[in-house]
C-alpha cells in the first residue's frame, strides 16, 4: 500500500508522487497542517495567522489548506475556475459555516 512509500529510495519517491498527484487517482485536496501552538515572530512583528495554501493537481478543481496557528483555525480554499465554476461562492461559505459552528454570527 501506499505506507510503503517512504521505503523507497527518495527519487523513486518523488517519481511515484508526481505520477499519482493528479485526477485520476482523487477529486479533491484537502491538508490539514498543525502550526505552532506559541506566538511566532518576524522581525519585531508578531504573525497573527497563517492559511496553509494549497496547489492544484491537475484535473482536479478543489484543495482546502486547514491550519492550526497558536490557537487559530484558518481555512484556506484553492479552486480552478473551469473545473469548479462555483468555486468562489463556496470560498464565500467557509467563513460563515465556521462561525455557524462555533455559535458566532
Known amino acids: 500500500g501506499i505506507h510503503r512509500l517512504g521505503r523507497l ?3 523513486l519517491q518523488r517519481h511515484v508522487a508526481a505520477w499519482m498527484y493528479r485526477s485520476t487517482w482523487f477529486d479533491l485536496i484537502v491538508s490539514v497542517i498543525p502550526g505552532p501552538r506559541s506566538a511566532r515572530w518576524f522581525g ?3 504573525v497573527e495567522e497563517a492559511y496553509a495554501v494549497l496547489p492544484l493537481a491537475e484535473g482536479v478543481g478543489l484543495a482546502v489548506g486547514i491550519m492550526l496557528w497558536e ?3 484558518t481555512v484556506a480554499v484553492s479552486y480552478d475556475r473551469v473545473l469548479l465554476p462555483d468555486g468562489a461562492r463556496l470560498a464565500e ?3 460563515p459555516a465556521f462561525a455557524a459552528f462555533e455559535g458566532r454570527p
Open 9 to 11: 529510495p527518495i527519487r
Open 44 to 46: 519585531s512583528a508578531r
Open 71 to 73: 490557537r487559530s483555525l
Open 93 to 95: 461559505l467557509v467563513r
